[in-house]
């Protein structure tokens, strides 16, 4: 992201923030509320026009242009703040909805589930915990649970960046813990980039971290060197 | 090795609403031309020509409601405008069966109807033509609903109109549709509409054969409707418009282009209420603008409801439910019939939320929850 600015009735959401990340990086992005996480995410997946600057994928793609669908099937994946899935779909159908591929209507009046696609679902289901609870509603499963199979469903995407909002609020401890082992393992194959409020969650993460404040980028590093920036201390802390 | 099943079971394997819905559907178009045709008029088992008449209208309904589920409670759209695509699948009907008229209506001309000769028309105009071919109307008895809600959905879906405003605004087509059938100048009888028919396809309209045939199309057109919804809610396609009523961001954020994919099922939809208006105009023998009146799209709404949405034979059993009692009680106390109406509005969506269907299910689902536990407390009773 270079230079990207988007404001709201006079409100600056976001105020010439630049981003960058790399193939297969694992980047936590923290900041006070309303610091513009969330549009920020809204911006990169097409659901916001930014009014000024550019959003470049994948060395050349230019995103500002392109329409929410068109932007998921280049690889890009996101999970909401409020878990969203299927509630009433089964777990496995949930999965089978975000099979990478065949997005036309057609291609789905006729659709039938190959044996490829079913190890797919399996090889997912595995991934995020959920083998025994494929045939029940989503609407039945934990928050935590109900988390874990929307970052289930980005992965049947086969993204290439999955972007993460909140992963662990309202999660049990040891469920934030096997969220960060999840999201760690992905950043092997995949560049993941998460919101989160959670310091400890964040800190867990080991990664490189990016502060936002009022729209644009605070400060960047690692967590030790974050906590201990006087600027964000400020902003945390209040003056 | 998977044995091979023709579809037509495949679909109703585990839809055991959907067996009987067939099942009655295929003994009626057995049952009835019989009692009608082969029993004489003093058996206690004869079907008048009227009962038949009416139960073919009233199956024409069915298949109304059908494709109104299939939008509603699928896909989640509440269209307050059904009526439209099916007014226009009647009048597309209307307009062969006046052709067929020929000269034997009342001024005698062979190529103009009645209302034209009345109204000073010189000439057939434009599109009147090529409608004395039966294949070609029928044609437009999809073409016409289609098309209009392409083009509908594609402005609404694509301008992302949804909830109450997508509602009203259907409403809304289908009362525009009104005024302007209304007028005589438009060419299609203006007020009094189309009627006076004489023939279809040459077999002549009012006799008990021809109206036993028509009652038997038109179960087969509710069966084939519902056939194809089936397969449509059934596959990996029918997941995704519940899932669109559900969590359309999501649907969205998963790459899918969800306007095309309710593109797709309100015109499937509008095409089968054109197919249930074409063969009620031949039945009842007359289409007038006040078919795309509002209150008889809210009232097709009324018998999805009462019937359960989202099942689709549910939709079919609440049209014919609320028409039955609407045959009844107009002819009884003619009065009390809106009050009813209104009143059993109130009832469904206070009591029952999922309509008769979801009473049933409940119902049933406690039975089998009894004999469990029962069996259950047998067996506790056994090991003790």
Redesign the interface.
């Given at each position: 992201m270079n230079g990207v600015s988007v404001s709201f009735d006079g409100f600056k959401a976001i105020n010439n923030l630049s981003l960058y990340v790399k193939k297969n990086e694992l980047r936590s992005i923290i900041g006070p509320n309303g610091a513009g996480k969330t549009t920020m995410m809204d911006i990169i997946t097409g659901k916001t026009r930014p009014d000024e600057g550019r959003v470049i994928y994948d060395d050349m793609v230019d995103l500002i242009s392109m329409s929410e669908a068109e932007i998921a099937n280049l690889g890009i994946g996101r999970k909401f703040q409020k878990p969203t899935v299927f509630e009433h779909h089964s777990v496995y159908e949930n999965l089978k909805l975000a099979l990478e591929g065949r997005r036309k209507v057609f291609e789905n009046l006729f659709f039938k589930l190959t044996s490829e696609d079913d190890d797919k679902i399996q090889e997912v289901l595995n991934t995020i915990a959920l083998q025994e609870h494929y045939k029940r509603d989503a609407g039945e499963l934990s928050h935590g649970q109900k988390q874990w199979l929307e970052i289930g469903m980005l992965l049947m995407q086969n993204p290439k960046l999955l972007l993460v909002d909140e992963p662990v609020a309202g999660m049990t401890k040891q469920e934030s813990e096997h969220t960060a082992e999840l999201l760690t393992s992905l950043a092997e194959k995949h560049s993941v980039v998460v919101v989160e409020h959670d310091m400890e969650f964040v800190r867990s993460l080991a990664n490189r971290v990016t502060v936002l404040h009022q729209g644009s980028v605070l400060a960047e590093g690692d967590m030790d060197s974050v906590q201990n920036n006087q600027k964000v201390i400020e902003v945390y802390l209040g003056e | 090795m998977m044995k091979y099943k023709p579809l037509i079971f495949r679909l109703l394997e585990n839809d055991k609403g959907g067996k009987y819905f067939i099942a009655i559907l295929l003994l009626l178009m057995i049952v009835v031309p019989t009692c009608n045709l082969l029993i004489p008029e003093s058996s206690v088992f004869y079907i008048s020509t009227y009962v038949v008449t009416l139960l073919g209208k009233y199956l024409t309904y069915a298949l109304l409601a059908i494709s109104l589920d299939l939008v509603w409670g699928y896909l989640g759209i509440l269209s307050l405008g059904h009526g439209a695509f099916f007014g226009l699948g009647g009048y597309a009907m209307g307009m062969y069966l006046m052709r067929q008229i020929g000269d034997r209506g009342v001024y005698g001309n062979p190529i103009l109807p009645d209302f034209m000769v009345f109204l000073d028309y010189k000439e057939l105009p434009w599109f009147w033509h090529g409608f004395d071919q039966f294949w070609l109307a029928m044609l437009m008895v999809f073409i016409v609903p289609g098309l209009l809600a392409f083009v509908f959905g594609w402005l609404a879906f694509r301008s992302r109109v949804t909830g109450v405003y997508l509602s009203i605004i259907t409403q809304a087509l289908t009362y525009a549709l009104m005024l302007a059938f209304f007028r005589n100048d438009l060419g299609f009888g203006g007020n009094n509409g189309l009627t006076d028919f004489k023939e279809i396809l040459g077999f002549d309209l009012q006799s008990d054969y021809t109206r036993n045939a028509l009652f038997v199309c038109s179960a087969i057109a509710v069966a084939l409707g519902y056939f194809i919804c089936r397969?449509?809610v059934d596959?990996?396609?029918g997941?995704?418009i519940?899932?669109i009523r559900?969590?359309e961001?999501?649907?969205?954020?998963?790459?899918?282009?969800d306007e095309?994919?309710k593109l797709?099922v309100f015109v499937v939809s509008a095409m089968l209420a054109g197919v249930a208006g074409a063969l009620y105009v031949p039945q009842v023998g007359i289409i007038n603008p006040g078919e795309f009146s509002p209150i008889n799209s809210i009232e097709m709404v009324i018998w999805v409801a009462m019937g359960g949405r989202g099942t689709l034979y549910g939709a079919a059993l609440g049209a014919i439910v609320v028409n039955f009692a609407k045959t009844y009680f107009t002819a009884a106390a003619p009065e009390v019939w809106l009050f009813m109406l209104g009143g059993l509005f109130v009832v469904v969506t206070l009591f029952l939320p999922h309509g008769i269907i979801g009473a049933i299910k409940k119902i049933s689902a406690m039975k089998s929850k009894k004999t469990k536990a029962s069996v259950e407390a047998q067996k506790l009773n056994i090991s003790n």
């Open positions: - | 397969f449509i596959s990996r396609l997941s995704l519940t899932a559900d969590s961001g999501r649907v969205r954020a998963l790459g899918y282009r095309y994919i797709f």
